[in-house]
């Protein structure tokens, strides 16, 4: 039989990197905390018109990056990206009505079918969230400043904020025809893409990398010329409380985003890598005031992001190998397996990690797995131990070996590890 492959676009996590994932996934659930922000979950499936409806029938997402399928009399899709999830779990839970201001931070995969390429999968992961009930512009000024302080806690050099402003109900549609309007005459010069979206979407003309869209937008109309009062206050607003706190950022007025949803404020964070190509946005983001009120419930303004994680990994090249245990426990002979295994039970209870060897494995294989699993003691019991009631104790960093009283041992080895500042993966729990 053929071998069987992971999905083109999807890739396994194993353990050397797992850890790393770990890391920048506690950093964001701190860091999120510390500003205020609750996990919630929704499920990986929803209904396919949520996202029709939402993220817009014109976006590449729903045009075809989609995984859907009919099921019995059911069309469900693999959730693309978390926001609508999370907009329909607020309005299906009746959320504004228990509290005025709703933070909710999640993460978990999504899945576009995509073209893959380095930092572009079809299944990949996000760390996003979303401000329910605060019109802003405090709280766009205030997600950016968490996301830099996140993007630099886990160390991606370079972070470059940039911002626009996508107006509210008129200006969009008033934007939508200054473009139209300047794109008309030059349409044979659009990509076979853009010439449709002149049609359906003309903002996304400004969001394509071929280089004749690009070429004919250079002199487009911005929106920024199109904002009205409010809008331009909105977005003035923004930028004086960024400067207040010291985040620098630029203005994009190409900067339109792919999903329909968004009004006034949008973002996207860059880090400065080569190890991405273009696809160096790690974050983006905006604001989504008539979502809500689109899905069923009442008016309320909103804002979300969604940070890329595989990209982040990639960005920030976390440090790697950590020891994968502490200790080792050597039983030499069948005897010595029983009291081997509660001798590391015992130091399990007291938060060292321990692989003990129950393979009965040669005392040369043995130091190989525990130098192989970073251990930096090793405990050895076997029979002569058994019969003197010690423990021989090996420190595989400075080399050294002794007996230990067996009644002390663990109480020794807890403070050694300690003192030697070994990684303690979980606390105690006593
Ligand atoms: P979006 O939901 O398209 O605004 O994307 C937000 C972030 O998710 C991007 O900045 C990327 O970091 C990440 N992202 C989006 N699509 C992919 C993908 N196909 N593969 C990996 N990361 C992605």
Same mark, same amino acid.
């Given at each position: 039989? !053929?071998?069987?492959?992971?999905?083109?676009?999807?890739?396994?996590?194993?353990?050397?990197?797992?850890?790393?994932?770990?890391?920048?996934?506690?950093? *964001?659930?701190?860091?999120?905390?510390?500003?205020?922000?609750?996990?919630?979950?929704?499920?990986?499936?929803?209904?396919?018109?949520?996202? #029709?409806?939402? #993220?817009?029938?014109?976006?590449?997402? #729903?045009?075809?990056?989609?995984?859907?399928?009919?099921?019995?009399?059911?069309?469900?899709?693999?959730?693309?990206?978390?926001?609508?999830?999370?907009?329909?779990?607020?309005?299906?839970?009746?959320?504004?009505?228990?509290?005025?201001?709703?933070?909710?931070?999640?993460?978990?995969?999504?899945?576009?079918?995509?073209?893959?390429? $380095?930092?572009?999968?079809? &299944?990949?992961?996000?760390?996003?969230?979303?401000?329910?009930?605060?019109?802003?512009?405090?709280?766009?000024?205030?997600?950016?400043?968490?996301?830099?302080? *996140?993007?630099?806690?886990?160390?991606?050099?370079? #972070?470059?904020?940039?911002?626009?402003?996508?107006?509210?109900?008129?200006?969009?549609?008033?934007?939508?025809?200054?473009?139209?309007?300047? *794109?008309?005459?030059?349409?044979?010069?659009?990509?076979?893409?853009?010439? $449709?979206?002149?049609?359906?979407?003309?903002?996304?003309?400004?969001?394509?990398?071929?280089?004749?869209?690009?070429?004919?937008?250079?002199?487009?109309?911005?929106?920024?010329?199109?904002?009205?009062?409010?809008?331009?206050?909105?977005?003035?607003?923004?930028?004086?409380?960024?400067?207040?706190?010291?985040?620098?950022?630029?203005?994009?007025?190409?900067?339109?985003?792919?999903?329909?949803?968004?009004?006034?404020?949008?973002?996207?964070?860059?880090? %400065?890598?080569?190890?991405?190509?273009?696809?160096?946005?790690?974050?983006?983001?905006?604001?989504?005031?008539?979502?809500?009120?689109?899905?069923?419930?009442?008016?309320?303004? %909103?804002?979300?992001?969604?940070?890329?994680?595989?990209?982040?990994?990639?960005?920030?090249?976390?440090?790697?190998?950590?020891?994968?245990? !502490?200790?080792?426990?050597?039983?030499?002979?069948?005897?010595?397996?029983?009291?081997?295994?509660?001798?590391?039970?015992?130091?399990?209870?007291?938060?060292?990690?321990?692989?003990?060897?129950?393979?009965?494995?040669?005392?040369?294989?043995?130091?190989?797995?525990?130098?192989?699993?970073?251990?930096?003691?090793?405990?050895?019991?076997?029979?002569?131990?058994?019969?003197?009631?010690?423990?021989?104790?090996?420190?595989?960093?400075?080399?050294? &070996?002794?007996?230990?009283?067996? !009644?002390? %041992?663990?109480?020794?080895?807890?403070?050694?590890?300690?003192?030697?500042?070994?990684?303690?993966?979980?606390?105690?729990?006593?």
């Amino acid at each position: 039989m !053929d071998p069987v492959r992971a999905v083109k676009g999807m890739y396994d996590v194993l353990p050397e990197d797992s850890i790393k994932w770990q890391r920048v996934e506690a950093a *964001f659930a701190r860091t999120a905390a510390l500003y205020g922000f609750r996990e919630m979950r929704t499920p990986l499936l929803e209904p396919t018109r949520l996202f #029709v409806r939402t #993220v817009g029938e014109a976006t590449d997402i #729903v045009e075809k990056e989609m995984y859907s399928f009919a099921h019995h009399d059911e069309e469900l899709t693999l959730r693309p990206e978390g926001t609508a999830g999370a907009a329909r779990a607020y309005v299906e839970h009746h959320v504004h009505a228990k509290e005025a201001v709703t933070r909710w931070y999640y993460l978990g995969p999504m899945f576009r079918a995509e073209k893959p390429q $380095r930092g572009r999968y079809r &299944q990949f992961s996000q760390a996003g969230g979303e401000i329910f009930g605060d019109p802003g512009p405090g709280c766009d000024a205030e997600m950016i400043d968490m996301l830099v302080g *996140f993007l630099k806690a886990i160390g991606v050099p370079g #972070v470059e904020v940039l911002v626009n402003s996508i107006g509210s109900g008129d200006t969009r549609q008033r934007f939508r025809d200054a473009l139209r309007a300047h *794109f008309e005459p030059k349409k044979a010069l659009l990509s076979e893409d853009s010439q $449709r979206r002149l049609e359906t979407n003309p903002l996304r003309i400004l969001d394509s990398k071929d280089p004749r869209d690009v070429d004919a937008s250079k002199d487009a109309p911005t929106i920024l010329e199109h904002l009205s009062a409010e809008d331009r206050a909105h977005f003035d607003g923004l930028r004086s409380l960024l400067d207040a706190l010291g985040i620098a950022h630029k203005v994009d007025t190409r900067l339109v985003r792919g999903l329909d949803y968004y009004t006034r404020t949008i973002f996207e964070i860059k880090g %400065a890598t080569q190890k991405l190509g273009a696809g160096n946005t790690l974050v983006g983001g905006g604001r989504y005031d008539n979502m809500i009120a689109e899905l069923g419930g009442p008016s309320v303004p %909103a804002i979300g992001f969604a940070a890329g994680l595989d990209r982040l990994l990639i960005a920030a090249e976390p440090a790697g190998a950590a020891a994968v245990v !502490d200790a080792f426990v050597a039983p030499l002979g069948a005897a010595a397996m029983g009291p081997a295994l509660v001798l590391a039970r015992e130091l399990r209870d007291k938060g060292v990690s321990v692989e003990a060897d129950t393979r009965g494995a040669s005392l040369k294989a043995l130091l190989r797995r525990a130098n192989s699993l970073g251990a930096r003691l090793v405990l050895i019991l076997g029979e002569g131990e058994l019969g003197r009631g010690v423990v021989t104790l090996k420190d595989l960093a400075g080399h050294a &070996q002794e007996e230990l009283p067996k !009644d002390r %041992a663990v109480a020794i080895v807890t403070d050694r590890l300690a003192a030697a500042g070994a990684v303690r993966r979980e606390e105690p729990s006593s």
